[in-house]
């Protein structure tokens, strides 16, 4: 049987994951930007399909036969401009649903240029007539492994200007069990999905998790914003998306991203994976180097 699900951004942290998912349960194409990339999604109800958002020539063979659509953009300042080329080949394509992956906040006023972004691009969506929902998720655990992963590893300790400010973390394997339950079953048309963890942590919160799972001590070091900028500006980032995640970090330490959503469990029928679990199940990637 032909895959009628396509899954865009199918080999970053949530699209691999819910490639898993959909693939036990169905049929799907797994939407691949960089295809040497690929091998870790690959199985045996996976298709593979070329895709990159910037490359108009790539978007019509990749939507062929395709009825529902997990729509993730990468984060480039391009971002809306991106999904909404996407989502009229969609159109044009015959899509009949549309889950995005979107942001908490994302309708917050006046939120922060990441949130408004992905509102811009819910609205296109709502304006289109294709049947849609939006999953809003939290902050990612993950990040702590892919982008703060690195000194956890060398020095046991997080660079981070978040103060005492709380966020309810979500586990990605939440998002995308919450994502193939949205994508495969009825009754979630029209809704704006908030995703969070089970509780709202601080950063030194999550060290005391990880210090716990590792056995070793992993420390907060509190920065000022000024530090935070040098530290992103040293590893290579642009300031375009310097000045997203300083917003981002901004709401954090003022505690608007630590509302608790009871929508994984409504949705996937369990609980949400909690950090300590997370720390535990990952603690294998944040070994110190031999
Ligand atoms: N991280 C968080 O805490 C968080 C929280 C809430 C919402 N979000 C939202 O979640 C989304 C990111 O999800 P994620 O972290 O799972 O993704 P991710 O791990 O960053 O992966 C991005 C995916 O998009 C692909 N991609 C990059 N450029 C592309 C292009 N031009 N055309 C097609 N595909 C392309 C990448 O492939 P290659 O690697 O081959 O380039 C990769 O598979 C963003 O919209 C972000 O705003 C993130």
Known sequence: MAAKILVTGSTGTVGSLLIKELSKKTPVRAAVHTLSKAEGIKGPN?????????????????????????????????????????????????????????????????????????????????????????????????????????SIRSEGKIYLPLGQGKVSYIDARDIAATAAEVLTKEGFQGRAIELTGPEALSVADVAGAFSEALGRQVIYVDVTPEAARGGMKAAGMNEWSINALMELHDINKKGYASKVTEQVEEITGRRPLSFRQFALDNARLLKKAA
Request: glycine fraction near 6%.
């Open 46 to 150: 996976v298709e593979i399909a070329v895709l990159d958002l910037k490359r108009k020539d790539t978007l019509d063979a990749a939507l062929k036969g395709i009825e529902r659509l997990y729509l993730l953009t990468p984060f480039t300042p391009d971002q809306a401009e991106l999904a909404k080329t996407f989502i009229d080949a969609a159109k044009r394509s015959g899509v009949r649903y549309i889950v995005k992956q979107s942001a908490m906040g994302a309708d917050s006023e006046p939120g922060i240029t990441l949130g408004r972004l992905h509102r811009q691009v819910e609205r296109y969506i709502e304006d289109s007539g294709i049947p849609y929902a939006f999953l809003r998720p939290n902050s990612f655990m993950q990040n702590f492994i892919n982008f703060f992963g690195s």
